[in-house]
């Protein structure tokens, strides 16, 4: 593990504040890879040129995402209603549009840039200069949203991954109708059709430490959403506007981000049947139980255990605080 990763000052120079210098006297991930397939171009960051200020949101994927997002967006925003977030904050190493139309965009962008990720830390470059937010959800969760993700995925949807040139590895192909298969398949194939769970997870759990990540879990947004964008607030340094404040929560509600769904979701949710709504589907933990056996659900909390530290299997199944 240890050759993942380097020192800031074997890095060249850096500036160094009251906020970074911990991150001098730590060891700083670097990227050892890439990850090209029918989603990834992780070849994006290597020319990404980052400022100050910038915010990486990160995740595995259907992990809260996209309410990271609009939360983040309603702190820089002030509440404002009707951010077009989805172009605001592109996810970068998709690899559509192609790196060669992307990079210009999110150049000229002149608000504080907040992007997304789905790679793990080790496919990244990472800055000192930025701030990542890590979101964990159980991934029995996860695959039961990937699962109305991956099968209301329209001819387009298919056509842009599969066709457009520069796709590594396999297409994808269509799920299997029942979500009991595509669980089995994900977890026996750790992540097929997507990319591996556990990894993702491990390598953003190992820097859970540094002092410009912060770790959120779904659950915890969901127990405490008020008390959460506080936090993230603070992470971020961005003073909260106390008038604004009721605006910020009433727009980071599901309820609102449902029924404002285009604006949230890739080029409107033209992907999917039944439109951006569907992307933005129940934002419900547990709907697994009435489906997984006892034994099923033992299986994954097996695997998660030998995947994960304990720590971090525990925080992933039930967020709270990092112990």
């Not at 599901?254 to 129940?282: C, E, R």
Request: aromatic content about 12%; proline content about 5%.
């Amino acid at each position: 593990m240890l050759d993942r990763f380097k020192s800031l000052s074997d890095l060249g120079p850096s500036r160094i504040s009251a906020k970074n210098i911990f991150i001098t006297m730590t060891a700083l991930p670097i990227k050892t890879r890439e990850l090209q397939s029918h989603h990834f171009d992780s070849t994006i960051w290597n020319d990404f040129v980052f400022r100050d200020d910038d915010i990486i949101i990160a995740t595995y994927a259907k992990s809260g995402t996209t309410w990271v997002q609009q939360i983040v967006s309603q702190l820089l925003f002030k509440g404002e209603a009707g951010l077009p977030v989805a172009e605001m904050s592109p996810w970068m190493d998709l690899r559509l549009p192609p790196k060669e139309v992307k990079l210009p965009l999110v150049a000229a962008q002149t608000h504080r840039r907040f992007i997304k990720t789905h790679l793990p830390v080790d496919a990244l470059v990472f800055s000192s200069k930025a701030k990542y937010i890590y979101i964990g959800r159980d991934g029995r969760d996860v695959v039961w949203s990937m699962f109305n993700h991956h099968l209301n995925a329209n001819e387009s949807w298919y056509e842009a991954l599969n066709n457009t040139p520069g796709r590594v590895g396999p297409p994808i192909e269509r799920p299997p109708k029942s979500v009991l298969q595509y669980f089995q398949e994900w977890l026996d194939q750790d992540g097929y059709p997507w990319w591996s769970f556990w990894e993702n997870i491990r390598s953003w759990w190992e820097i859970r430490n540094l002092p410009n990540v912060c770790m959120l879990h779904f659950e915890n947004l969901k127990v405490d959403m008020p008390g959460e964008i506080r936090r993230i607030a603070e992470f971020l340094d961005i003073s909260i506007d106390e008038e604004c404040w009721e605006d910020i929560l009433r727009h980071c509600s599901f309820d609102y981000m449902k029924a404002n769904a285009t604006k949230s979701v890739p080029l409107g949710g033209a992907f999917w049947d039944g439109g951006a709504q569907v992307f933005i589907h129940k934002g419900q933990n547990g709907r697994w139980r009435e489906v997984l056996s006892k034994s099923e659900s033992k299986k994954y909390e097996r695997i998660a255990q030998e995947e994960l530290t304990g720590e971090c299997a525990h925080w992933l199944a039930h967020g709270g605080e990092l112990r």
